[in-house]
């Protein structure tokens, strides 16, 4: 079993930043697609960032040049660093790891999400 622990969200003003971090708990990293999904209240969970085995990375088109997905060098800690947020941007950030490839939504296993508001 994989457990995965998210910290860092919290209240930022617009144009702020924010790094998320999502903490694996005895196992590596560098075997999983890992990635962050964020879902806002009525609104369908969503992929923002995902990085797999290859360290390859991939983003959502509401993020790409404001949000940078990585992992430490240990591959025990992802993080999603969030820049220039935006108020769209409020919603609960989960973590989550994936044994077998990078899906856009059915992943292994979920953190408990950590939340992200961002005020005008």
């Known amino acids: 079993q994989v457990q995965l622990v998210e910290s860092g969200g919290g209240s930022v003003q617009a144009g702020g930043s924010l790094r998320l971090s999502c903490a694996a708990a005895?196992?590596?990293?560098?075997?999983?697609?890992m990635a962050w999904f964020r879902q806002a209240p009525g609104q369908e969970r969503a992929r923002v960032a995902r990085?797999?085995?290859?360290?390859?990375?991939r983003y959502a088109d509401s993020v790409k040049g404001r949000f940078i997905i990585s992992e430490d060098n240990a591959k025990v800690t992802l993080y999603l660093q969030m820049n220039n947020l935006k108020p769209e941007d409020t919603a609960m950030y989960f973590c989550?790891?994936?044994?077998?490839?990078?899906?856009?939504?059915?992943?292994?296993?979920w953190g408990q999400g950590t939340q992200v508001t961002v005020s005008s």
């Open positions: 989550a790891a994936n044994r077998l490839g990078c899906p856009l939504d059915a992943f292994d296993y």
């Open positions: 990085i797999d085995v290859d360290d390859t990375t």
């Open positions: 005895r196992v590596s990293l560098s075997s999983f697609c």
